[in-house]
């Protein structure tokens, strides 16, 4: 048996005396509980947000290492003003649901605290600044399995936001999240579900990660990603049915763009300004204006772009960036896959472009270079999820060619495929290049080639239409009645905001959306209404108020609810 000098004895149980032996948990339903839960934690504990609607909640996160989340995942639903200020380290905010609200110029979640994680979290319908921000100063946050969706507010800002700083990356990572329905004229409108950067900071490095995501009916902007800063990586996401938009890289230099769907699109990738950039391993079908867009751009123009073992089919023409006074130099097309083309493949030639082993099929739109394209079949053949790939006697199989960029490694990022060792769904390749496919997947395809992010594998993970039955109708700008006192403990008075009279039905409801009671249903006109003998029989809780408001003359029906305690 071993024994101890008695000052090593002595420190060991002072060390056990002054640590926690637990975590202590606080269970919150108001500001006010929030407040004093936060004030009494201390690092390591956890404060939860009990099930229930709650208006106008307004979290100010200052106190480093804490958990915050909701009771049940997804049941907690935060609406009216509602928006929450991160300016601690390590948190992690989970669970949540921003449906519904209006907090005017004001971000839903605003980010300067370092090392935190939002995770399962559901913003959708609010009028708002951004829906998520994540300032100059912050380092290693983390968004994930997050969903994004339908902002109302239309004009000039977009929905995610990260900003770099000047002296130091951030390192953060936007994983398995989706971003659906935003609608608009795309253009240059303001609405991008992502934007890292500002044009005044492309030439700061930002070292982001977008990966997993899955993009959506997002016309609010011609550009579904905007990238505005440099060394950034966009990889494995999936972009389907985005008639009005593609990923745009904007400003700065050196991102990498790798083994991403493209289904259904306006565009694919658009190449505004910058050097050092890299398109890699991609799949591309029904690109109805623009797979791979280079821009003739003087302010930055594009230098040293690379675009190798790339699947580019049944989709318009590439556009190279010919006409214009700063056309790209030193572009190089290696290895990769361009068959059916809807019109040509190819456009706008700058006559500088390098080819290596490429295979084409179909009205090429540009001169044949002499060599470095082979015009031929390459026998693809279409799986039982919808995508293609290489048919065993294909010629793209072990033809690739040397003379591709390997793709650059960030420090303190998670490692990049930097010799392609991999397809684009993680299947290994062969490390000699004359052994590797062309295109974006290695024969045989024993990982079915499919999108590996989808609506259904990204985003929360509990059904995003909780209590729809409840929320405000997402084309409803003001609020369609308002209640007082809260808490109430006899009567609650309500201000019905309908401008004429209206069939107006009043419901009490419990949290989970079960009508306790009929109020009342009768034709009122706008102005104060008391309810008495129903609030006064209630036990002590909390509760939620529906309003449906039906127009006597148009019969257009509004319905909105508002939850509130009887003490």
């Not at 389907?240 to 306006?266: C, M, P, Q, T």
């Not at 073992?309 to 590439?318: A, H, P």
């Not at 590797?436 to 992010?453: C, F, W």
Request: aromatic share 10%; glycine share 8%.
């Amino acid at each position: 048996m071993k024994t101890y000098p008695f000052y090593l004895s002595l420190i060991f149980i002072i060390t056990c005396l002054s640590t926690p032996l637990y975590a202590a948990v606080f269970t919150v339903s108001s500001s006010g509980e929030f407040g004093a839960a936060q004030n009494n934690a201390a690092a390591g504990d956890s404060i939860i947000w009990k099930n229930g609607l709650y208006g106008n909640i307004f979290m100010q996160i200052s106190k480093d290492s804490l958990y915050i989340g909701a009771e049940t995942l997804g049941e907690v639903i935060f609406r009216g003003a509602s928006r929450v200020n991160v300016s601690a380290d390590y948190i992690t905010f989970r669970g949540f649901q921003y449906v519904g609200g209006n907090i005017g110029s004001n971000d839903v979640i605003n980010i300067t605290g370092s090392n935190g994680h939002y995770d399962e979290i559901n913003i959708r319908a609010y009028r708002c600044y951004k829906y998520l921000r994540v300032r100059e100063e912050s380092q290693y946050v983390r968004i994930t399995h997050c969903n994004f969706e339908n902002r109302l507010t239309v004009a000039d800002q977009n929905i995610l936001s990260i900003l770099v700083d000047a002296n130091q990356p951030g390192y953060h990572k936007i994983q398995y999240c989706s971003f659906k329905n935003f609608p608009g004229g795309g253009n240059d409108e303001g609405v991008e579900p992502i934007r890292i950067g500002l044009s005044t900071q492309a030439d700061r490095n930002s070292r982001s990660l977008v990966e997993y995501c899955y993009f959506t009916q997002c016309d609010g902007d011609g550009e579904i990603i905007s990238s505005k800063a440099s060394q950034n990586v966009y990889r494995f996401n999936t972009f389907e049915d985005n008639l009005k938009a593609e990923l745009v890289l904007r400003h700065g230099s050196e991102a990498i763009v790798y083994g991403n769907f493209f289904i259904n699109n306006k565009g694919g990738v658009r190449v505004r300004e910058g050097q050092n950039h890299y398109i890699y391993n991609n799949y591309f079908t029904d690109i109805w204006d623009r797979p791979i867009f280079l821009q003739n751009e003087d302010s930055d123009p594009l230098d040293a772009i690379t675009i190798a073992f790339n699947t580019v089919m049944e989709s318009d023409d590439i556009r190279l960036g010919g006409p214009g006074s700063n056309p790209p130099t030193n572009v190089i097309f290696a290895n990769n896959i361009f068959t059916t083309p809807q019109d040509g493949i190819f456009e706008e030639p700058t006559g500088m472009e390098s080819w290596i082993s490429n295979i084409a099929l179909g009205t090429l739109g540009i001169n044949l270079p002499a060599s470095g394209i082979a015009v031929v079949d390459p026998m693809l053949v279409q799986n039982s999820a919808g995508f293609y790939g290489l048919d065993s006697m294909s010629p793209a199989i072990d033809a690739a060619q040397a003379g591709y960029l390997p793709l650059p490694q960030f420090a303190g990022m998670d490692t990049v495929d930097v010799d392609i060792l991999f397809d684009m769904m993680g299947q290994a390749r062969p490390s000699s290049v004359a052994l590797k496919d062309l295109g974006s997947n290695e024969y045989p395809h024993n990982v079915p080639i499919q999108p590996i992010a989808t609506e259904a594998n990204t985003g929360p993970s509990y059904e995003t239409a909780f209590h729809t039955s409840i929320e405000e109708p997402q084309s409803m700008v003001e609020d369609l009645f308002q209640l007082f006192p809260n808490p109430a403990s006899e009567q609650i008075n309500i201000k019905i905001q309908t401008e004429n009279a209206a069939e107006v039905k009043v419901e009490i409801l419990d949290l989970q959306g079960r009508v306790l009671s009929t109020v009342f249903q009768d034709t009122l006109l706008a102005g104060e209404h008391t309810i008495s003998e129903q609030i006064a029989s209630l036990p002590a809780g909390s509760y939620m108020l529906k309003v449906q408001s039906t127009a006597i003359s148009g019969g257009q029906t509004k319905g909105q609810a508002r939850s509130f305690s009887k003490l």
